[in-house]
C-alpha cells in the first residue's frame, strides 16, 4: 500500500505573528482568559480574525508543575493541535494529572512534544521530526535589516483604531447605556462596528442594544456561532427596529422578523409588506373586532374571569385573525390553542389599570404579542 | 498528607494576519482556493527566488505589540531557521530569534483568582509553511477495515 | 573578414550598419562552437535552434529601429546557475539535471530586453564551488590556451567559450573570484561589480551575501557596456540596490593622471609565481608611466580571509541548497524506504564530492555550540576586513595585484588537495567579502604560454575608476584579446 502524502503551498509564506509569554500562567481558566485576551486585541486592530478552529490563531501549552512553594521551575512539555479552548483546558488538565502521576510514581517528566487527541482525550507524544533539532539559525541574508524610527512608531500608534477599554467608555457616555451591556457589546470588534453602525442609522442606541444582546445573542448560541460570523447587515436592523418603534408590527412578529434578517439579511420592510405583517393601527376597528370576538366567545370569557388567565390568548388570537380576514391559524399552529402555547412562552406583565375593560386588555396584550 | 502541585503554563501563540498578500511575496492569502493555486517560485522555495518583505506585515506586528506594551525592537532582523519536512519548501523557514520586533510586553487578564499581568517575553514575525494533506484513499481504507473488525 | 575577431561592441556597430546581419553572428560562433567544443567543453547546453530563432526576431526589430543598443544581436553565453525560464538549468549538478525553470533571471532578461542572442548555458564547478571547473557532473572544461590545463573556476565554462570566440562575451557569477580568477586564467577581462548592482533574482544562490553576475569579455570596453545593460534595481531582490551611476561607458577614457594605486605588500610575496609578479609589476609600471602614483603597502587581515571566507559562504550554501531534496523538481533516487531515507540517498547520489564537504562544513559552523567560535567569529572578521580597506582607500583610489597566484594548474592536479585549492583564492575572496568591484585584466603570458591577469580592486560603486584605469592599460598596450585564432599574432587595435 503507498503511505504517500500530499502537499499544498497555498498556506505556505502566508504572514505569522508567533507571541511567547513567560510562563506566567497557572491554570487553564488564566489561560483562555489570556487567550480571549490576545484575540480580542488583535481582533481590534484588525490584524487577524483569530478562528481557532479555522487555524488563524493557534496556540501551543508548555506546560510543566511543581510543588507549591517551590521557584524551581520542573520539565515542562509541549503540546500542540489543540482546536478550542475545550481542548486546550482539557489538554491543561490532562498533562497536569499526567505529570503528577510521573513524579509521584518517582519517573521524570521527558521533555517533548506531545499531540492532544480531544476526542480521546489523551495526550500522545509525537514522533519528533528529527532527532536532536538544532535549527542551525543564522541571519537570513537575502533581506535587509528593518529599522523602525521613531516617526514610524508614532505613525501606527497614531493610526491604531480605539482599543476596548476607550470605546467602552464611550459607548457609556456618548449612548448612555449600562456597563453591563457596553461590556458585552465592546468584547467584540464586530458587535461593536454593527452596533455603532446600526446605531448611526437609526439613532436609537439603547434599542440597538437590546436586540444585539437579546435576540442576537440568542441565535448566536443556538447556532453555536461567534460574532465574526455574523452576516446581517446594520441596515436592516435598523429598519427593523424602527419599524418595531412606529407600532408597525409589534414585538412577536419583529423577533420572528428578525430571526429572517438574522439567517438571511432581509429588508424587513419588503419582508413585512410580502408577508402581511402590518399591526392594524385602527383602534375604533380593533375595538369593533374585539368585541365581536368576545360577544362569540361566552365560554373562553367565563374561562378568564373564572381565573384562566391563559383563556384570553385565544380571545386574542382570533381578533387578530379577524382583523386580517383569516379565519384559520397560521404557520402550523394547531388551532386557538396552539396559539396560546406559543405566544406564551415568556412569562410577561401588562401594566392594568382598574378601569380597563376587557377590550383595553386584549389591545394591550395584542402590543406585546 | 498529598503533596500540592502548581501548574505553570506558558504559550506560544501563532496569529495568522490578515493582510491580502504573502509575507515574502505578492501570493494572495485567501483561504480556499484550489491546491497550489495561490504561489509562485518565491513560496515555493524554487532556486534562484528571494523574498521581499511586506511592509503592511511589519505594521500589523508593530501594532500588535505596541497594543500588549511591548518594546519595539528599532533595529530587527531576519533569521533563517533550517530543518528538512515538506511543508518547508526550502528546508528552511524564514523567522525571527536574535532580533525579533517586539519584546517585554504584557497582557492584564481577569479570571476567578483575580486580576493579573501576563508578561510577553517576545513577539516575532514569521512565515507558515505548506499543508500536508494526508492520502483520502488510505484514510478511508482504514475505516473499513474498523468497522469490518467491530462486526466479527 | 573575420567575424570572431571582433569585440561584442564592435559586432554590434557592424550590425547596426547592417554590414553583418544577426544570423550571420550566429553562424559565426555556431561554427566556432563546432569546431572547439569537443576539446574545450565550455557549454552543458547549446540552445542552436533557439539562437536562429532568436536572430530571426532580433533582426527585424533591429530593421525597425526598435532595438537600438550598444549589444543588439551579439551572442551571449550565459553561467548555467542563472535560470532560464523553459531553458535545462543545471548548475553544472546531478541534482538538476532535469530542472526547467518558469521564470528567467533579472540580469538575463536585461540582456534579452537589449537584443542578445542566447547561445547557451556554460559549464560550471558544480553550484559555483570550485576553482577549476573540474567539479562540474558533466565533466571539466579545458583552457582555450593549453588544453591540459583548467580555465579556472567556477565560471569557467564562460570564460573559457569568450576566449575561444564560441561567444562574443559571456555572464559569470562571482563569489569567491570566480569570474576574475578563470578570467585570468583563460585571458580575458571580467568584472565582479559592487554587492548589490547586479540583481540576485534568478541566480542560483551559493553565498547569498557574497554572490554577483559579472561580465566576461574579450575588452574593457565590452565589459562596460554588458555591466551597463546587466546593472539594475529589481524590486524582487531586496539586497539590489537603486544606483544613479550606471553609465559606465561614460569611463572610458585615457587618462590616469594622479590616480593613487597601492599594491599591497602581503600580496607579492611568498607563494606567489614569479612570472605573474613580473607580468603585474609590469602592468602597474605602465600605468605609472602614464601618470598613476604607484606605491607598496601594508594591507592587513589578508590571511585571515581565507577562513572567514569559507565559513560564511559554505554556512550560507549549506542553507541555500536545503531546497535540493527531491521532493519538488530534481533528481529523486529511484528506490528509497520512507522521506528521511529519500532525503538522504537523493542528496547523497546528486550532489558531487566538494558540494557535500561545503555543505559538512556550512552545517557545522552553524550549528549549536560551534556558530559563536566560528561562524560569528567570521562575521566578525568581515566587519574588520571592510574596515582594512575602508582604511587603505583614504589613501589609494585602486588596489593593484595579482588575480591568482599561479597561471592556470594542469587538469586533475588541484582536486585532491582542497586546502590548497582554497588557498589559491586569496587575493580575490576579501574584494567578495568587502562587497567592492573588481577586475581582472590581461597583462601578459607565462613561459607555457599560459595567460595572466592582474586585478584590480576599487572602493564600493567605484566601477568606473577601475575601467579608467584598465582602459588606459590597455590603450597603452595596444594589445587585442588573444583568441587561439590569433594565437601567435599581435593585431594593432584602435584606440576608441
Known sequence: MDDTSLVDYNRSGVPLVEIVSEPDMRSAEEVIAYLEKLRMIVQYLGASDCKLQEGSMRADVNLSVREVGSDQFGTRTEMKNLNSFKAIAHAIEGERQRQIELIEEGKQVVQETRRWDDNKEHSYAMRSKEDAQDYRYFPEPDLVPIVISDEWIEKIKSQQPELRTEKLERYKEQFDIPQYDAEIITGSKKMADLFEATTAICEKPKKVANWLIGETFRLMKDNGMEPEDLTFSPENLAKLIDLAEAGTINSSVAKDVFKQIFQEDIDPEKYVEEHGLKMVNDEGALRETAAKVIADNPQAVADFKGGKEKAIGALLGQTMRAMKGESKPRNGESGAAGVVKIKFDLPVRIPVNGTDTFIDLILKLRLIY | MAKQYETVIGLEVHIELATKTKIFCGCSTEFGGAPNTHTCPVCTGMPGSLPVLNKQVVEYAMAIGLATNCKITQVCKFDRKNYFYPDNPQNYQISQLYLPIARDGYVEIESGSGKKKVRIHEMHMEEDAGKLVHDEWMILHLSIITEAVCHL | ?496
Do not use: W
Not at chain 3, 113 to 141: C, H, L, Q, R, W
Not at chain 3, 186 to 200: A, E, F, I, M, N
Open chain 3, 1 to 496: 573578414m573575420d567575424l570572431l575577431k571582433l569585440t561584442a561592441l564592435e559586432l554590434g556597430e557592424k550590425i547596426k550598419a547592417k554590414e553583418v546581419t544577426v544570423r550571420e553572428a550566429v553562424d559565426a560562433v555556431i561554427g566556432q562552437i563546432k569546431e572547439a567544443e569537443s576539446e574545450i567543453h565550455s557549454f552543458v547546453t547549446i540552445d542552436e535552434e533557439g539562437a536562429y530563432a532568436q536572430a530571426e526576431e532580433i533582426q527585424k526589430k533591429i530593421d525597425v529601429g526598435e532595438l537600438t543598443g550598444p549589444l543588439a544581436g551579439v551572442p551571449v553565453a550565459i553561467k548555467d546557475n542563472m535560470c532560464i525560464e523553459g531553458q535545462l538549468t543545471t548548475c553544472s549538478s546531478k541534482i538538476l539535471s532535469n530542472f526547467k525553470p518558469t521564470y528567467t533571471a533579472e540580469a538575463v532578461e536585461n540582456l534579452r530586453k537589449a537584443g542578445a542572442v542566447i547561445i547557451g548555458k556554460t559549464n560550471m564547478d558544480e553550484f559555483a564551488m570550485g576553482s577549476t571547473t573540474e567539479t562540474s557532473y558533466y565533466g571539466p572544461t579545458r583552457n582555450p590556451h593549453n588544453t591540459a590545463h583548467v580555465p579556472g573556476g567556477s565560471s569557467g565554462g564562460s570564460c573559457a567559450a569568450v576566449a575561444a570566440s564560441e561567444c562574443y562575451y559571456a555572464l559569470g557569477s562571482d563569489t569567491g573570484g570566480s569570474i576574475r580568477q578563470p578570467s585570468s586564467f583563460c585571458g580575458v577581462v571580467g568584472l565582479k561589480p559592487t554587492y548589490g548592482t547586479v540583481s540576485r533574482y534568478g541566480l542560483i544562490a551559493y553565498g547569498s551575501s557574497l554572490d554577483q553576475i559579472g561580465p566576461v569579455a574579450k575588452d574593457v570596453s565590452d565589459c562596460a557596456a554588458i555591466l551597463e545593460t546587466i546593472a539594475s534595481h529589481d524590486p524582487k531582490d531586496s539586497t539590489s540596490m537603486d544606483r544613479d551611476d550606471c553609465d559606465f561607458t561614460e569611463a572610458l577614457v585615457d587618462d590616469v593622471k594622479g590616480l593613487r594605486i597601492g599594491i599591497p605588500r602581503d600580496y607579492m610575496g611568498e607563494g606567489l609565481d614569479p612570472e605573474v609578479n613580473d607580468a603585474v609589476m609590469k602592468a602597474a609600471k605602465v600605468l605609472e608611466e602614464k601618470g598613476a602614483i604607484v606605491e607598496a603597502f601594508d594591507l592587513r587581515l589578508v590571511k585571515y580571509a581565507i577562513p572567514a571566507y569559507y565559513t560564511i559562504a559554505d554556512a550560507e550554501a549549506s542553507s541555500n541548497l536545503e531546497r535540493f531534496d527531491g521532493v519538488k523538481y530534481g533528481y529523486r533516487t529511484k528506490d528509497y524506504d520512507g522521506l528521511h531515507n529519500m532525503y538522504k540517498k537523493t542528496r547523497s547520489e546528486g550532489f558531487g564530492p566538494e558540494v557535500k564537504r561545503r555543505i559538512m562544513l556550512g552545517s557545522f559552523v552553524l550549528s549549536s555550540g560551534y556558530y559563536d567560535a566560528y561562524y560569528l567569529k567570521a562575521l566578525r572578521t568581515k566587519a574588520l576586513i571592510k574596515k582594512e580597506f575602508d582604511r587603505a582607500f583614504r589613501n589609494y583610489d585602486i588596489i593593484l595585484g595579482p588575480a591568482a597566484p599561479t597561471t592556470a594548474p594542469e587538469l586533475g592536479k588541484s582536486l585532491s588537495d582542497p586546502m590548497k585549492m582554497y588557498l589559491g583564492d586569496i587575493y580575490t575572496i576579501s574584494v567578495n567579502l568587502a562587497g567592492l568591484p573588481g577586475m581582472s585584466v590581461p597583462v601578459g603570458k607565462d613561459s607555457k604560454g599560459l595567460p595572466i591577469g592582474m586585478q584590480l580592486i576599487g572602493n564600493v560603486f567605484e566601477e568606473k575608476t577601475l575601467i579608467r584605469a584598465a582602459y588606459t592599460y590597455e590603450c597603452a598596450t595596444k594589445k587585442m584579446h588573444e583568441t587561439p585564432a590569433n594565437v601567435g599574432l599581435m593585431s594593432e587595435k584602435e584606440v576608441r
